[in-house]
């Protein structure tokens, strides 16, 4: 989830393209099924940290895009700052361990 909350940082997305940021964000080591993806994406949803922006059709296939929202944005963030001050932690000990 924090691929992908991460991912639409950039801006609406469709699922295709979600899942290209995840990969390229994550060095590859996340790589969610097109199944996978979307639960992720409904949850994120119905936790309205992401909503829909848009849909159109291209080649006669519905293209949904999503955006984060306000709410999501400062989601991420708290994240990123949580797991910041984690990794500190590990640098620091291991500053004055070594």
Same mark, same amino acid.
């Given at each position: 989830?924090?691929?992908?909350?991460?991912?639409?940082?950039?801006?609406?997305?469709?699922?295709?393209?979600?899942?290209? &940021?995840? &990969?390229?964000? /994550?060095?590859?080591?996340? *790589?969610? /099924?097109?199944?996978?993806?979307?639960?992720?994406?409904?949850?994120? /949803?119905?936790?309205?940290?992401?909503?829909?922006?848009?849909?159109?059709?291209?080649? &006669?296939? /519905?293209? *949904?895009?999503? *955006?984060?929202?306000?709410?999501?944005?400062?989601?991420?963030?708290?994240?990123?700052? *949580?797991?910041?001050?984690?990794?500190?932690?590990?640098?620091?000990?291991?500053?004055?361990?070594?």
């Amino acid at each position: 989830m924090y691929f992908v909350l991460t991912t639409l940082l950039d801006g609406p997305m469709h699922g295709h393209a979600i899942l290209k &940021g995840v &990969g390229e964000l /994550s060095g590859g080591r996340v *790589r969610p /099924s097109v199944g996978t993806l979307y639960g992720i994406l409904e949850r994120l /949803s119905e936790r309205g940290v992401i909503a829909v922006d848009r849909e159109e059709v291209v080649n &006669g296939r /519905s293209r *949904r895009y999503f *955006r984060i929202t306000d709410a999501g944005q400062a989601v991420v963030r708290a994240e990123a700052r *949580r797991m910041h001050a984690a990794a500190a932690l590990v640098i620091n000990r291991a500053t004055f361990a070594g």
